[in-house]
C-alpha cells in the first residue's frame, strides 16, 4: 500500500518534471501529461502520437498507463509520442466526453484519427510498439489469411521485389515487434507479409515447425523472371529477435556467391563480419563454369547459415579433381577439408552449426552416442542374441549348496560345470555342454551338472572355483580334474569321455607291453594314436606326483600311463633311457620314442609331452596353431583351398625330414576346413592371392611374410633355393607388419576430471 | 531413584579402585596375559572373538553382564528391533542374502543366521538375545561372563607390541594384561540433559512401558530419535496427546538413507500430528527448558530465563509462565508426564587418562574420536569396534550397526593380522581377462560393500602391465593413503576402489527423495544416479594422505584420474550386458589402455597369425590351448552383428575380379623388384 502511494507521488514529480521538458525541447522520452487543449495545439502535421484521454483514473486503466509510459521511449524511437491527456471534469468534447472512450487509446498522424485501440490490446510495451507501428506501417506490412493472398502477392512481385513472409502466433507478442520494428527499417526495401493464421504456415510446407513459435521466411522473388517459376523461401532458422532478423535480411541481401581472387585470409564479406562461416570453393580456368554452378548450388543450401566464394586461384600444387573447401570464421582458419561431393560440403558444415548450437545450448553433450552403446564384444553380443532360445537343458543337474555333495559321488564319474549366469563366456560354455550332454545321454557311469556361482558362491568356493566357466570332473574316491583345454565341443566330449584313469596305473611290465601296443583302451585312443608311458623308480615321489597331475592336466587329449614299479629300471634298459623317463608309443608308424624327462614340474611335464606329439608337417587348425606358435620358430605355411595334392605333400614332407627343418616348422593350411585363413591371407596380401600359396611367416623375431613367387611350381628344390634367398635377404617382404594391434576406441566412460 | 543408587554403587567402586591402584602397581608381569582382549560381548565383541578364534589368535572377551548382549536384554525397551530380517529375496546367494540380513553376525556356520530364529521381518529384542547366546556357545568363543572392567590404564613396556600393554581391572580387582584393547562396549550411558525440573522427567530406560499406565494422560516426549517414537508409538492410542520435543527437525531415514533416523514403523506420530489428532511436534533447545510442577503435580513448560527471576521462596504459581505473556504460547497445556528419550552415549569413565580416549566433537560426542583404521588417535593398539565406532560414518553409513559393524570389525581384524601376524590381507590374484567379471560379481553379491557403502570398498591392484590384477575386499577406504602400509600389498601399478553411494544431492532431512524423474536410466547419465550405485575410483598411484585429506567435501576419497558410475539398478542387479557390463568394460579399458573384449578362437588365430600383440584374452585363453571356439550358432549371431567376419561365403565377381588382379599385380611385382610396397593392412577393421 504504502510502496504504491509512493510510487504515485514520484510519478506524478516525474510527470510534472516532463511536463515542463516538453514545452523546452520537445522530444522527452517520456509520457507527456497534457490537458485537451494543450494536446490537440501541440500536433504536428505529419507527426504520429498514441494518446490517451483519461479522466478518473480505475486500477485497470493505471495499470495501462503505466505500460504506457514505458512504451514511451520506445515509441519516441520511430517519431512516435505518448501522450496522456487528462480531460477536465466539466470537458464534454468528443474524447473526453464519452463513458466508452475510457476504455480506448487513439493514435493520430497530425491531428488526422489513423486508428483506435482497445487498451487491453495495448496490455505491455511490446504490444503498444507492435501495434502501433503495424497500424502505421499499414503499406509496407500487409496482413493475409490465405495461401492464396500470398500466392497472389508473391505473383505480383516477382521480377520487381524480395517478400518477408512472417507468421506469429498472435499480435502484440515480443515476435511480432521485432518484425514490426524490422519492417520500420526494410519495409521499403522488401515487401513484408504477416499472418497470425498457422494453417498457413503448414501450407507453406513446413510442417515440422510447430504453430506455437514464431517464423519468418525469405521469398527470394525479385531474381524470379519467369511467372510459372516459384519464389524460393528460405525459413530463417533462429528465433525471431530484432537482431536476428536484421541479420537474416542482410544476409539474404548479399550476393549468393562472391567470386574473389586474393588470398582467403583477406576476404572480408557480410557472413564473416557477422561471425559466420565462409567456404571457399576453389576454381580452376577450365571448370569455371562448373564450379560456380556448384557454389551457387551450394550456397543455396548453406543460405543463412554459411556464405559461399569461389576462389579462382589456379594452383599448381593441389589437385583439384575433387571440390576442395576451406572453412573461414571471422578470419580464422578453421579447416581445410578435401570433400568429394558437395553433399559433403552441406553436411560438415551443418555439423558445424548445430554442433555450435549445441555447443551454445548446453555445454557438453555426448558427441557420438551410437559408438559407445554399441557392442563390440563378439561373445558378449552374440550370446545377447541368443538369449531368448531355451537351452536343452534337461539332460544337466543342476546342483545347489545341498545337492552338490552327493551328487558328485553317486555316479562314478560327474562332470560338474561352475558358472555365472550373466557372464558371456559361461553362457557359450553352457551351451557346448549342452551339446555335449546329447552325445553323451545314456553312457554308463558319466552324468553331468551344473552348479550357478551367482547362485550358489560357497560351493564354488569350496571346489575352489575362483573364476568363471570351471568344468571339473568329479571321479568317485580321486580327487577332482579341472579341464584346461579348448573350450568346442569335440574337446568337450573328448574330456568327458575319458574315464579311465589319467595316468593309468600299471602294476606289471607285460602291463606295460600291452599298453604300449596300443591294444589296450584303442576306442579311447586320443591324440593322434599316440600313448604316453611315464617311468619313474619308486623313490621318484615329486617326480611321479608331478606326473600324475601332468596326467590329469592332459586327460582327454592324450592317453598317459604310469609305471613305477621296482623293476622300473628294466623297462628303462629296453628302451635306452635314463629314468625318469617317457615313452611314447606311436601306434601309426608303430614306433615307441624315449625321453628323459628333465624338468620336474607338471607343467613342464605338460610342455614336454604336448612338444612330443607335435607333428612333422601339420594341417594348421584354430584348435592346435597355440601349440606350434609356443615353438616359436618361423612358420612355412601352405595355403590350400582343399585338401593337398599327393605331389605337393610329399615334397613337403621331403622338405620337413631334410636338413635345416628343425629351424622352423612346416605346415599346411586347409582353407575350406579352416576359413579364417583366408583372413589371414587377406591381411598378408590385401587381396586374396592365387592358391595354393607358401608363405615364410615369422612372427617371432622380424615380423615379417614372404610369400613363394607363385610361378615357380612348389617343389622340394625351389623351396629350398626360396629359403636360401631368404635367408640371404634378398627376398622382399610380401608385407612387413609390425604391430597392427592397438587399442583405439574413444575416451567416453571417463569423467574427466 | 535406580539411577541414584547406581551412581552410590559407582562411588564406592571407584573409591575402592583408588585404594587398590594405588597398592596394586609395579609387580604386572605375573598377570593373565591375552594378545587381544574385547570388552563387551555384544554383537561386535563376539563378531571378533569370531574372527580372532578362527585365526587361532589368543584372545578374551569380557561381559560384566551373565549373557551376551546385555544391552538387547533392556533395549529396546518395547522390544521391537527395527533391523530387518528378511527371510526372502527370491534369491540363494548367501552373501547376497546378507544385504537384506540386517541382524546376522559373520560367521562359516549357515545355522547362525537370523532368518533361522525369527519369523518377524522386525524380530523382538529378546531373539537377539537368544542368538547372541547361541553365537557364543555354538562358536565356542571364549567369553568370560560376570567380569566387569572398571579400570584401564597403560603400562609401558618396549617389548609389547605396541610399546605398551594394557592393564585390565575388574570388579573384583583382578587386572589382566593385553597387548590389544578392542573396545566393544557399545554406546550404553543414557543420555541427560540437566535442566531446571529435569528431576520431573523419567528415562527411556525405566519409563513405563505397559500403554495403560498412560490412560487419558498428556505427554510430552524429549528427544526425536527412533526410541522417542517408538515411545509415543506406544502410548499413542491411549493418551489424551503426546507432544514431542527436541532441537533439530525430524530426519526421516528414508530421505537420509541412514537407518539410524526416524524409521517408518516408528513414524505413527507423524501422521497423528500432521492430520491434526491432538499430538504434536515441535522444535526448541532443551537446555533452555525448564518444568515446574504445580500442586496438583502437572508438569509445566517454562523456560530457564523465567526462573531466574523468580523470587524463590515462592511456590510454582509464583512462576511466570511463556503463556502469561503470550497466551498462545504452544506447550502452554500441563503435562501429566515428561519423558526423556534422548539416546545415549559411550562409557569414557573407565578409560585411564593416559590412553587419551576423547569425545568426538558436536554431534559426535557421544563417541569416541578414532581414526579411520578404527584405532584410539590416542592410543595405539586400542580400537574401537560395534556401535561405539560409529563416527566414522555417522550419519552416513551403517557402521554403527550390526549390519555394517560385522563387515568393519572384519576389517579391523584384516588390519591386526598383518600388523601382528605377518599375515597380509587377502588378496586373490586373477588374470586381467576377469577384471569385469571380478567387479560385476562383487558389485551384485559382495554385502559388506552394500552396507558400509562409501566406507568401505574393493581395492584392485593391478600387476605390472596390467595383465593380471590382486582384489582386496572391503578395505576401510578412509586409510586408502596407508594401504601398502595395513595391507602388507604394493600398489605401484595403479589400482582401482570399488565402492557405492548414493548421488550426492539425494539424501538429507529436507530432501524430497520421490521427486518425480528420480532414478536415472540411461547408462550415459549414470554418473547422476541418485541411488545406491557402484562406482569405480582409479588412481595411476596411491593417493597421499594429505590427498586423502583434501578429498572434496561429501566425497569418501580423493580425486581420482577416471572414475565411473554404474547406472543405478531398480532391481540392485547390475548384470545388464548394454546398460551395465559394457560402460564399465570400456572405461577399465581406457584406464588400463587394454582391450578386454572377449574373443572367439577363430578371431585369436587370425590375430595370433597376423599381430605381434594380442588382447589378453586371446593372450591368456587361446594361447594357452583354453580358447574359445563356440558353436556355429553363436559364431554365426556375431557374424550377424558384424563381430566376426564370415570367411566360408562364397566371393562375388568383384572379388574373383579382385584375385585375378591381384595374381597379374603379383606376377609384375616379382619382375619389378622395388616396385611400392604393398600398404599396412589394419585388420581392426575386419573384427
Known sequence: ?753 | MASSAAQHAWGLLLNFLFYVGSYDTGSTSTLPHHNYCIIGAGPSGLQMAYFLQRAGRDYVVFERSHAPGSFFALYPRHRKLISINKRYTGKTNSEFNLRHDWNSLLSHDSRLLFRHYSRDFFPDADTMVHYLEDFASMLELRVQYNIAIIHVRLEKDPQAWNGHYFILTDHKNQNYKCSVLLVATGTWVPNVVNFPGSEFVEGYESVSINPEDFAGQTVLILGRGNSAFETAENILGITNFVHMVSRSRVRLSWATHYVGDLRAINNGLLDTYQLKSLDGLLEGDLEDLAIVKDKKGKLHITLKFYLENRNRSAGAESVTLPQDELDNFATRAPYDRVIRCLGWKFDFSIYNRSLRLMPGKGNKKKYPQIKPSYESRGTRGLFVLGTASHSIDFRKSAGGFIHGFRYTTRAVHRLLEHRHHNVPWPSPIYPITQLTNSIIKRVNEASGLYQMFSVLGDIILLRENATAFEYLEEYPVGILAELELHTGRKAHNGLFVVIMEYGKNFSGADKDVFYYNRAVGEAQHAWQSNFLHPVIYYYKRLPTEREMRLHPPDWPLSRPDAIHHIVEDFLTDWTAPNAHILPLRRFLENCLGTDLRSFFAESCFLFALTRQKMPPFCQQGYMRMQGLVGNERLRHHAMEAGLLKDYTVKHSTDELLGWQRSRDQLLRDHMTPGSSLYPLVNTKDEL
Not at chain 1, 59 to 75: C, H, M, N, T
Not at chain 1, 333 to 339: D, G, H, P, S
Not at chain 1, 466 to 484: I, N
Not at chain 1, 500 to 509: A, E, G, H, N
Open chain 1, 1 to 753: 500500500m504504502r510502496s504504491q502511494m509512493n510510487r504515485r507521488v514520484s510519478c506524478f514529480s516525474v510527470l510534472l518534471l516532463c511536463t515542463h521538458c516538453l514545452f523546452v525541447a520537445g522530444n522527452a522520452n517520456t509520457l507527456l501529461e497534457l490537458s485537451t487543449q494543450e494536446y490537440f495545439s501541440s500536433l504536428e502535421p505529419g507527426r504520429a502520437s498514441l494518446v490517451y484521454f483519461s479522466r478518473d483514473v480505475s486500477p485497470g486503466v493505471r495499470l495501462f498507463l503505466e505500460q504506457l509510459e514505458d512504451s514511451a521511449g520506445a515509441l519516441q524511437e520511430y517519431g512516435i509520442s505518448a501522450v496522456k491527456v487528462n480531460c477536465l471534469k466539466e470537458d464534454r468534447s468528443r474524447y473526453c466526453g464519452k463513458e466508452n472512450t475510457l476504455m480506448k487509446a487513439y493514435l493520430f498522424r497530425g491531428n488526422v484519427l489513423l486508428r483506435e485501440f482497445p487498451t487491453d490490446a495495448l496490455f505491455d510495451v511490446n504490444a503498444i510498439v507492435a501495434n502501433v507501428l503495424f497500424a502505421l506501417l499499414f503499406n509496407e506490412v500487409k496482413y493475409i489469411s490465405t495461401l492464396v493472398e500470398l500466392q497472389n502477392l508473391e505473383n505480383s512481385l516477382k521480377g520487381r521485389s524480395n517478400v518477408v513472409f512472417v507468421y506469429v502466433p498472435a499480435t502484440g507478442t515480443p515476435e511480432h515487434r521485432a518484425v514490426m520494428e524490422a519492417a520500420f527499417v526494410y519495409g521499403t526495401a522488401h515487401q513484408f507479409v504477416l499472418t497470425t493464421e498457422g494453417v498457413l504456415l503448414k501450407n507453406v510446407g513446413h510442417d515440422d515447425s510447430d504453430t506455437l513459435s514464431a517464423r519468418l521466411f525469405f521469398c527470394h522473388c525479385q531474381g524470379v523472371l519467369d511467372r510459372t517459376q516459384p519464389c524460393r523461401r528460405t525459413p530463417m532458422s533462429r528465433p525471431l529477435t530484432t537482431v536476428n532478423i536484421h541479420t537474416h535480411l542482410k544476409l539474404m541481401a548479399a550476393p549468393l556467391v562472391t567470386e574473389v581472387a586474393e588470398d582467403p585470409e583477406k576476404v572480408s564479406t557480410v557472413h564473416l563480419q557477422l561471425g559466420l562461416p565462409l567456404v571457399f570453393i576453389l576454381s580452376q580456368k577450365e571448370t569455371y563454369e562448373v564450379d560456380k554452378r556448384t557454389a551457387e548450388f551450394v550456397a543455396w543450401q548453406l543460405l543463412g547459415k554459411a556464405g559461399v566464394a569461389l576462389l579462382s586461384r589456379y594452383l599448381r600444387s593441389v589437385i583439384l579433381r575433387s571440390i576442395a573447401i576451406l572453412l573461414l570464421k571471422a578470419g580464422v582458419q578453421i579447416k581445410y577439408l578435401v570433400l568429394e561431393d558437395t553433399d559433403e560440403i552441406i553436411a560438415v558444415l551443418e555439423d558445424k552449426i548445430k554442433g555450435e548450437q549445441i555447443h551454445e545450448e548446453e555445454d557438453e553433450e555426448e558427441e557420438d552416442e551410437k559408438d559407445h552403446n554399441e557392442q563390440d564384444d563378439q561373445v558378449m553380443e552374440a550370446v545377447h542374441r541368443d538369449r531368448k532360445r531355451e537351452l536343452p537343458l534337461d539332460l544337466i543337474r543342476t546342483l545347489t549348496e545341498e545337492t552338490f555333495n552327493a551328487a558328485v559321488t553317486e555316479t562314478t564319474h560327474t562332470g560338474v560345470l561352475f558358472y555365472a549366469s550373466w557372464e558371456a563366456v559361461c553362457l557359450v560354455m553352457l551351451q557346448l555342454y549342452a551339446e555335449v550332454a546329447v552325445d553323451l545321454k545314456g553312457t554308463q557311469g558319466i552324468s553331468l551338472a551344473k552348479v550357478n556361482c551367482w547362485d550358489w558362491p560357497d560351493v564354488c568356493m569350496k571346489e575352489n572355483v575362483t573364476q568363471f566357466p570351471v568344468l571339473k570332473m568329479y571321479e568317485k574316491g580321486a580327487r577332482s580334474v579341472a579341464y584346461a583345454g579348448m573350450l568346442g565341443k569335440a574337446e568337450l566330449l573328448r574330456f568327458l569321455r575319458s574315464t579311465i584313469s589319467c595316468p593309468l596305473k600299471l602294476s606289471t611290465i607285460e602291463e606295460v607291453e600291452e599298453y604300449l601296443s596300443g591294444e589296450v583302451h584303442a576306442d579311447l585312443l586320443l591324440h593322434r594314436s599316440t600313448s604316453v608311458l611315464g617311468i619313474f623308480c619308486p623313490s621318484m615321489k615329486e617326480a611321479r606326483e608331478a606326473f600324475v597331475e601332468a596326467g590329469n592336466l592332459l586327460r582327454g587329449y592324450v592317453t598317459t600311463g604310469l609305471y613305477a614299479e621296482d623293476d622300473a629300471l628294466v623297462l628303462a634298459q629296453k628302451y635306452a633311457v635314463a629314468l625318469p623317463a617317457l615313452l611314447l608309443a606311436r601306434h601309426e608308424d608303430h614306433k615307441i620314442d624315449s625321453v628323459l624327462l628333465s624338468k620336474q614340474s607338471a607343467q613342464d611335464m605338460v610342455q614336454t609331452i604336448r612338444a612330443e606329439l607335435l607333428e612333422t608337417f601339420p594341417e594348421i587348425t584354430v584348435e592346435n596353431l597355440p601349440d606350434y606358435l609356443r615353438l616359436e620358430k618361423p612358420l612355412l605355411i601352405l595355403f590350400s583351398d582343399g585338401d593337398l595334392n599327393q605331389g605337393m605333400r610329399t615334397d613337403m614332407l621331403s622338405l620337413v625330414n631334410g636338413k635345416g627343418h628343425e629351424a622352423f616348422v612346416a605346415c599346411w593350411l586347409n582353407l575350406k576346413k579352416t576359413p579364417v585363413g583366408r583372413g589371414v591371407l587377406k591381411a598378408y596380401f590385401g587381396t586374396p592371392p592365387p592358391l595354393p600359396l607358401l608363405a615364410w611367416v615369422n612372427l617371432h623375431s622380424s615380423g615379417q611374410v614372404f610369400a613363394f613367387p607363385s610361378e615357380q611350381p612348389v617343389t622340394e628344390m625351389n623351396i629350398l633355393s626360396w629359403l636360401e634367398k631368404l635367408k640371404a635377404g634378398l627376398e622382399r617382404p610380401s608385407s612387413k607388419y609390425s604391430c597392427l594391434y592397438n587399442i583405439s576406441r574413444h575416451c567416453w566412460p571417463l569423467v574427466c576430471l
